[in-house]
């Protein structure tokens, strides 16, 4: 079930609360006890009214009936024009603004991910749309949590169009789990973020552009109150990062060794946002072993595309690593690069890069018994670009190509000029009134690819 605050003391929640009630039907039920004012309910919601503040209810799920997601419809302010945002709550330092020192909320990265599309969907050109860091209170609420705001000034939050984007984005969340679902490693699509300011344009990117969701971001800010990265107390807010936006990775913006290292030690992995992209839509558990067996995607592994999607990673099939000879794919990579690549990406698992990522080895992870002929096949496709004959000859491709003589061309009286191109273009040419054919200044030419593998091995 879905619990949505709305706080009588910010007219935005106010102007939001009522847009939510004319989008539905909505069932009225009278104060309670337990805290919370007048209440309504429809299908998969519970809407609540308050008249404290949004950053200081501390505990405010327990005034509605077990929610699986609470979310706060709020204002923002600031200095950022006409915005929509959305953000998770809690403290990376002193509790200036609600909540308590050094501790975090519980986060709903998926739920986060979702309303950030509704918003996108809901609203008007005049609004930008995007995402803060933790910054205040509440910090305990009693299930996973964030806020859905209007911004950032008096006349946005009693804009009647802002208000009903923000409404409409609230109640598509009915049914929407916190999280994304574990694979079978149990690993989620979960980040933490450290670092960069209020504003978080690089995590914004990735939650938009990768099925990777963002729970807590520490801005720079936070991290610096934090002082030393290795004390206990910074390590156990670290440590609550993770577990209160049920996250094993992190992204780090910046060059931050110590924190870095605080985050290994404690079992966590800072990946890269190339890592991010180049794993999206791949299984992790797959992802995992083939990094062991091969190298890891920041050294130049890449996924093709019969990589297992998520879920779908046998974890008990051994990783079939396979060395397609060099020279081959040296030869084959000269004459058309993007083909060569190509040929690596659409038949294989992964495959190992160089050259920052832009330019393809032998070694490749395959799947069936059949991939490596498909690869070599395509790659002899290559070579017949450029050869006028390709054929196999045992565990060898010949290729063969016929080849102009200059020299041989020189000896009968051919000058340099015209007369030479014409000639190695295949055309007869006439000196001193004698014919001269194409085929005797030209010659074949022979060059022989090994196709048997150099080296094949198995990774548990």
Known sequence: MLGIVVSRADSASVHIGEQLRSLTEWEQRAPTSDGGEVAYRTEGATL?????????????????????????????????????TAHVTGNFGPADHG??????????PNAHDRVLDALETHASERYDVGMECTHHGPSQVG???????VGSDEPQWNDP????????????????????????????????????????????????????????VAADWG??????????????LIADAFEQSHATHALVEGDRPELVATIETLGYRVVSETW?????????????????AVASVDEGLRFGANAPAPGEDEGDRPIAVTEFPDELVDAARGIDREATTAALRET?????????????????????ENDRETVVDRLLDILAKRYDSVERAGGRAVAREQVFDPERAATLGVPEGPKFGRLASGTPVDVDGETIPPDVVHEIRTREFPLDEDETSEAE
């Open 143 to 149: 299930a996973p949590s964030m806020f859905v705001e």
């Open 161 to 216: 169009e802002a208000a009903r984007a923000v409404a409409r984005a609230i109640l598509g969340l009915r049914g929407v789990s916190p999280d994304r679902a574990p694979e079978a490693d149990g690993t989620r699509r979960h980040l933490v973020g450290f670092g960069g300011g209020h504003y978080t344009p690089r995590f914004e990117r990735i939650v938009r552009e990768t099925g990777w969701a963002v729970g807590h």
């Open 276 to 292: 991010i992209r180049e794993t999206d839509g791949v299984d992790l558990g797959f992802v995992g072993r083939a990094e062991s």
């Open 348 to 368: 294989t698992r992964a495959f190992l890069t160089d050259q920052g990522g832009t330019r393809v080895t032998g070694t490749a992870v395959l799947g069936a």
């Open 223 to 236: 991290l610096d109150a934090m002082g030393a990265f290795d004390t206990p107390e910074a390590e156990q």
């Open 99 to 108: 909540g308590r020192d050094n501790e975090l909320a519980r986060a709903p």
């Open 48 to 84: 609540r009214e308050f008249e404290q503040r949004h950053l200081d209810m501390e505990g405010v799920a327990a005034a509605f009936d077990d929610p699986e997601l609470i979310v706060f419809a709020s204002k923002h302010a600031g200095e950022t024009g006409k915005l929509l």
